[in-house]
């Protein structure tokens, strides 16, 4: 008799999509398995140690807000936190954490390992089982048979995986794992779209050899940012330093002698790596009127020695690598424990999926993560939060969701991914959503977690904790809209310092508030005015709310205005050809990507605002 099992979910990885994606299915009470590798590698972090950054923040406090687990593991396993952009405006400001990598693994792996409803098996998955156009179930390695409804694949860089050093090329799913194979081969099999893509690490470097006193230390903020709306200080371990190098001109000139010995310029690898996270060789060429480069010099933790140089990520040769890096002043002496790689990977067109990440080709079929194109940890998970979600609701023949591109940064990504797919690695930026004054980190619960307690993600804890932040803000909100201070009410020099002058009339705290450079805390040192609310986040975003309430309510104004386009269906077979108007090309993108609203429609390259209302006038006679 051979071994076969049944579970409402399977998960195929167990990198940061998988472990979200198994999660999320858990927690919408799934019976989920995760099928992984090897389950000592669950949460690993391939390349840098660090959550977060701008953009990339912003999907994690919205992974938190859905209760995902990314926020609450990089609390507890940051050793350095900082607010990046905290002078600049709350749309673009970001937290970033620089993680232990040994303490986030084993975050991530309590967290699995003590989530009902969900089991672990190690494995490799070769094989997917396909009943017309359907998958139901996966075949590992060692032959056996796991069915399921729903299946989704978080298998990252390693479909058909190729790692390069020089002229030194290998298989590889990354450093020290095996590719999937026999799994690439299947699904080039299948009606889907493959691609390849490629990506890059540096080199990771003994402490011990570099010389520290010619860094310059980057401590962390302090007090430091907290990532998860559940989190506090306490959660973080010991903080450490980071510091700052700087390439120097004969670390340059080792490059350009060598460049020949580098894969991607050698011809050797033709796929197209992450733009925004380029190789030090790509830098030196991109940028070659620059004569140094920064590099922050990274902690992978705080019981090893070890240190991931962050900007000079390389597949050159080792020995170059060596030499490389010992230019760098204060680095004379360094001994490179792991040499840094390129490796090259499949990955299947994003336009082939659903927004709720099921192909089209074959239901019960979700993709989520690396396998779609983009890059990054935090891309990863908030992918395969949303995954886990559809997938429970597949199973239970629920619509798909996936929240709309003014409400979360997932949605603009799922939105990018599906609508214009993608020719590099993809990746999270703030200036790729057209209302991020709306998408702050500092609102994703207010944005998300309601619907989150209505898909069945958030737990009594959180929601209890959020109904009471929820009603702090409208509290003071109202408390800030009725009291009102009279002329003679504040101070002189008060007035002069906050107001640049006396108030010549009553005005509202709210109006107040709303003043250039006067602040919540400045406002409740006035009495009769004070003392505001204790809790700094509570009084964080009544601040923000009341300096942004015009910006915001432009943005909103468009948002509606948009709407309707939004929500305007276009029949899976509505046949482009009869839409009448239309030109021979924006037929054939139409045809091509059948995108499912006429908003999407607007969003292809080439399809024009004429050619949108052509489409809404067709829709109107069809009905
Ligand atoms: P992964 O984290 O790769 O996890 C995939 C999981 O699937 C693993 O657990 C693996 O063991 C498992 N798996 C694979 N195939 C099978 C199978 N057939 N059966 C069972 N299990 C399987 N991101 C950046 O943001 N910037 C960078 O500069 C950057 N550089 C990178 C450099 C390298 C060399 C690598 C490898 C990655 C880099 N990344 C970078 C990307 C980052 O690591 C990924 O974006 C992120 O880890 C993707 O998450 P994922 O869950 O999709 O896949």
Not at 9 to 32: P, Q, Y
Not at 192 to 217: H, N
Not at 431 to 439: D, V
Not at 556 to 563: C, I, L, Q
Request: glycine share 10%; net charge neutral.
């Amino acid at each position: 008799m051979r071994f076969q099992a049944e579970y409402d979910v399977i998960v195929v990885g167990g990198g940061h999509a998988g472990t979200e994606a198994a999660l999320a299915a858990a927690r919408m009470g799934c019976a989920t398995l995760l099928i992984t590798h090897n389950i000592d590698t669950l949460g690993q972090m391939s390349c840098n140690p660090a959550i977060g950054g701008i953009g990339k923040g912003h999907l994690v406090r919205e992974i938190d807000a859905l209760g995902g687990l990314m926020a609450r593991a990089a609390d507890r396993a940051g050793i350095q936190f900082r607010t990046l952009n905290s002078r600049k405006g709350p749309a673009v400001r970001a937290t970033r954490a620089q993680a232990d990598r040994g303490l986030y693994k084993a975050v991530v792996r309590h967290a699995l390992e003590n989530q009902p409803g969900l089991q672990l098996f190690q494995q490799a998955v070769d094989d997917l089982v396909v009943e017309g156009e359907r998958v139901t179930g996966v075949v590992t390695q060692g032959g056996l048979r796991f069915g399921a409804p729903a299946v989704i694949l978080t298998v990252g860089t390693f479909l058909g995986g190729r790692i390069h050093i020089g002229e030194v090329q290998y298989e590889g799913g990354r450093a020290g794992d095996p590719p999937a194979n026999a799994l690439a081969r299947r699904l080039r099999a299948l009606p889907l779209r493959v691609e390849r893509l490629k990506t890059g690490t540096p080199p990771r470097i003994d402490a011990r050899s570099i010389d520290f006193s010619r860094l310059q230390p980057q401590p962390g903020d302090t007090p430091p940012p907290v990532f998860s709306f559940m989190g506090q200080v306490a959660d973080h371990p010991r903080q450490v330093d980071c510091h700052i190098a700087w390439t120097g001109p004969r670390t340059l000139e080792i490059i350009r002698e060598n460049l020949h010995r580098s894969p991607m310029y050698s011809g050797v690898i033709e796929s197209v790596g992450p733009r925004y996270c380029p190789s030090i060789e790509d830098k030196v060429v991109r940028f070659a009127d620059k004569d140094r480069h920064q590099i922050f010099i990274e902690p992978e933790g705080l019981d090893t020695h070890e240190v991931y140089p962050n900007g000079i990520s390389t597949s050159l040769a080792f020995e170059v690598q060596v030499a490389l890096v010992r230019s760098i002043e204060g680095f004379e002496r360094a001994h490179i424990t792991r040499p840094g790689y390129a490796i090259e990977y499949d990955f299947l067109d994003p336009r082939d999926l659903h927004p709720g990440l099921e192909c089209r080709a074959l239901q019960g079929l979700f993709l989520a993560g690396q396998i779609n194109g983009t890059t990054g940890y935090e891309e990863a998970a908030a992918q395969g939060l949303l995954a886990g979600v559809n997938a429970a609701r597949r199973v239970r023949d629920l619509p798909p969701w996936c929240p709309r591109r003014d409400e979360a940064y997932m949605g603009v990504m799922i939105d990018d991914l599906i609508t214009r797919g993608t020719r590099e690695p993809y990746r999270m930026f703030t200036s790729r959503a057209e209302y991020r004054l709306l998408l702050r980190e500092d609102n994703a619960d207010l944005r998300l977690t309601p619907a989150g307690r209505e898909l069945g993600l958030v737990d009594d804890a959180r929601w209890a904790a959020f109904e009471t932040r929820r009603e702090a803000i409208a509290r003071e909100n109202r408390r800030l809209e009725s009291t009102c201070l009279k002329p003679g009410a504040v101070a002189a020099d008060t007035a002069s310092r906050l107001f640049g002058g006396p108030l010549t009339r009553e005005y509202t705290l709210q109006e107040l508030l709303r003043r250039p450079g006067v602040g919540y805390a400045d406002l409740m040192e006035i009495p009769g005015a004070g003392p505001g609310v204790a809790d700094a986040g509570v009084a964080e975003q009544v601040e923000i709310q009341a300096k942004y309430a015009g910006y915001i309510q432009r943005q909103r104004d468009e948002v509606e205005r948009s709407r309707r386009l939004e929500e305007t269906p276009l029949p899976a077979d509505l046949d482009y050809a009869a839409v009448s108007g239309l030109s021979h090309e924006v037929r054939q993108k139409l045809a091509q990507h059948r995108p499912h609203t006429v908003g999407q429609a607007g969003r292809i390259p080439g399809v024009t605002p004429a050619a949108v209302s052509l489409l809404l006038v067709h829709l109107k006679k069809r009905d």
